[in-house]
């Protein structure tokens, strides 16, 4: 994990393995600030989306305790909106350097559009 200090906090940024098992313990809260076609075409699993042109932070859900990850397509929207995390005081808060690009590389497991039915189905990882 590389940390940058900020005026807000301290903005992370994880690796695919740290973002996967971090999920996969229910230890994060992972947020997708793709577009909503983005989204409907693949995702993880479990993301929430919120796309970063409607990116408001007063809106993101509570933690509970659970750190928000941000993800888009290559890092570069997830750190915006983990920037403007931080800038509203919501601290801690990471982002998946390289986005969804750098998980699909790590052939790790996500959800895509079946386009001969137009239903979803699980992409399975490397296992």
């Not at 007063?58 to 509970?64: C, E, G, I, S, Y």
């Not at 909106?81 to 969804?100: E, K, N, S, T």
Request: with cysteine; glycine share 12%; net charge negative.
């Amino acid at each position: 994990m590389k940390k940058e200090n900020t005026d807000g906090g301290v903005l992370e940024t994880w690796d695919v393995d740290e973002v996967q098992g971090a999920l996969a313990d229910n230890e994060i809260v992972l947020i997708d600030v793709r577009t909503p076609q983005e989204y409907m075409l693949e995702h993880i699993e479990g993301a929430l989306l919120m796309p970063l042109p409607f990116f408001d932070a007063r809106n993101l859900p509570t933690q509970d305790g659970k750190r928000l990850v941000f993800h888009c397509g290559s890092g570069v929207r997830s750190e915006k909106a983990a920037r403007q995390a931080l800038a509203a005081g919501i601290d801690p808060v990471a982002h998946l350097g390289g986005g969804f690009g750098a998980w699909k590389k790590a052939e790790q497991p996500y959800v895509s559009t079946d386009m001969a039915t137009g239903g979803y189905k699980d992409v399975a990882g490397k296992g």
